[in-house]
């Protein structure tokens, strides 16, 4: 089950069966039949959007609580879900498929195949033009709405890519930038136009789990099991700053400032640390 909480901790409303109750059954409420994987708001925040084990993906009313739309299209786990707009979105498996849906509509409106492993993250960009996914099988690829097959295959980790992330549209250089995290330890800085890897981030000692561009799009935060988070310059790759931890980083983000950044760790802290000290 999901839980909406208000900022001062009070809990708004709890999204899915109660315990106890049989899914499926009429007398239990809608909601997922396993784990949820991911959640994510839309941006006028009131539709939370989830993707489940249980295969599938739901749009709920965040407020009422309620099941706007179920969509059952994949044939195992759902593994991550993003919103392309108020009402139109992109799940992914490990069914090695990624399906664009929209409310209203019963089936995929795009289904994107290609990957030869299970894919595990979907990102648009900030436009929601372009879908970039990121795979098992070491590559990243970036999609269109106007054609089944990928625009780049982004090659050249030698293990697993866990999450990516797109840039803010001003960033250093001036061109949208797509970041890779991979079990293979490090993380790429992408340029989208000619789909050539611009920089190498070499300094972790474990696989990268997280990765985040500051708000102006100068640098780029990486945490990993290895109790480390880079800060990086997206100009020129460089390391520009490290904080070290008591336990692995498994999620970073910046605050709107780009002056703060959280960390999430297995030490079950987050912790907040000023970039300007």
Same mark, same amino acid.
């Given at each position: 089950r999901a839980r909406v909480w208000t900022a001062r901790g009070d809990l708004v409303a709890t999204l899915g069966p109660t315990p106890g109750s049989t899914p499926?059954?009429?007398? *239990?409420?809608? =909601? @997922?039949? =396993?784990?949820?994987?991911?959640?994510?708001?839309?941006?006028?925040?009131?539709?939370?959007?989830?993707?489940?084990? +249980?295969?599938? *993906?739901?749009?709920?009313?965040? $407020?009422? #609580?309620?099941?706007?739309? /179920?969509?059952?299209?994949?044939?195992?786990?759902?593994?991550? $879900?993003?919103?392309?707009?108020?009402?139109?979105? *992109? !799940?992914?498996? !490990?069914?090695?498929?990624?399906? &664009?849906?929209?409310? #209203?509509?019963?089936?995929?409106?795009?289904?994107?195949?290609? @990957?030869?492993?299970?894919?595990?993250? &979907?990102?648009? +960009?900030? %436009?929601?033009?372009?879908?970039?996914?990121c795979s098992d099988d070491c590559t990243a690829r970036v999609w269109s709405m106007a054609s089944d097959k990928p625009l780049h295959v982004l090659s050249g980790h030698s293990k697993e890519i866990y999450t990516i992330k797109w840039s803010p549209e001003s960033n250093s250089r001036g061109t949208p930038l797509l970041a890779s995290a991979s079990l293979d330890k490090t993380v790429r800085l992408w340029e989208l136009e000619s789909g050539t890897c611009l920089q190498t981030l070499s300094g972790h000692t474990e696989p990268v789990y997280s990765v985040a561009f500051s708000p102006n799009g100068e640098l780029i935060a990486s945490g990993s099991p290895d109790k480390s988070l /880079? $800060?990086?310059? $997206? %100009? +020129? #790759?460089?390391?520009?700053?490290?904080?070290? =931890?008591?336990?692995?980083?498994?999620? &970073?983000?910046?605050?709107?400032?780009?002056?703060?950044?959280?960390?999430?760790?297995?030490?079950?802290?987050?912790?907040?640390?000023? !970039?300007?000290?």
């Open positions: 499926g059954t009429p007398t *239990a409420p809608t =909601g @997922h039949e =396993g784990p949820i994987f991911a959640l994510k708001w839309n941006a006028n925040s009131t539709l939370l959007l989830s993707g489940s084990v +249980d295969k599938s *993906a739901i749009v709920w009313d965040a $407020v009422a #609580g309620t099941v706007r739309r /179920h969509f059952r299209l994949h044939k195992a786990p759902t593994l991550d $879900v993003d919103w392309r707009d108020e009402t139109s979105f *992109a !799940t992914c498996s !490990t069914d090695k498929m990624i399906h &664009v849906c929209r409310l #209203g509509e019963s089936a995929a409106v795009r289904t994107f195949q290609g @990957h030869t492993d299970e894919v595990n993250c &979907v990102k648009w +960009d900030p %436009r929601g033009n372009l879908l970039a996914s /880079h $800060v990086w310059s $997206v %100009r +020129d #790759g460089s390391l520009v700053k490290t904080f070290k =931890g008591s336990g692995g980083i498994y999620e &970073v983000c910046w605050n709107k400032a780009g002056t703060k950044l959280a960390a999430c760790f297995s030490t079950h802290s987050l912790v907040i640390m000023d !970039t300007r000290m």
